[in-house]
């Protein structure tokens, strides 16, 4: 499976390259993908989470990104864990 080299950034909408090197083997189901933002340089970890991950669509990785922020902001604005 492959997953993309480049996503884009949650915070500012740049581009975000990844900074891991693929696995001799290929990428598996919970492997963590470091990509790097050339924008605000922020660092993002993502998790190989499909298994048609290279059919999935750069976007697809920041808006699961957005959700898991969104709702941690959420959680801390009514004082949930």
């Given at each position: 499976m492959?997953?993309?080299?480049v996503?884009?950034?949650?915070?500012?909408g740049q581009s975000a390259h990844r900074l891991t090197i693929p696995p001799?083997?290929?990428w598996e189901i919970g492997d963590y993908v470091a990509y790097r933002c050339?924008?605000?340089?922020?660092?993002?970890?993502?998790?190989?989470?499909?298994e048609d991950a290279g059919e999935i669509a750069p976007d697809s990785f920041a808006a699961e990104a957005?959700?898991?922020?969104?709702?941690?902001?959420?959680?801390?604005?009514?004082g949930e864990n």
């Open positions: 492959e997953v993309p080299e996503i884009v950034c949650v915070d500012c001799e083997e290929g050339s924008g605000c340089n922020d660092r993002w970890d993502l998790v190989v989470c499909h957005r959700a898991i922020l969104q709702a941690r902001a959420d959680n801390q604005a009514t």
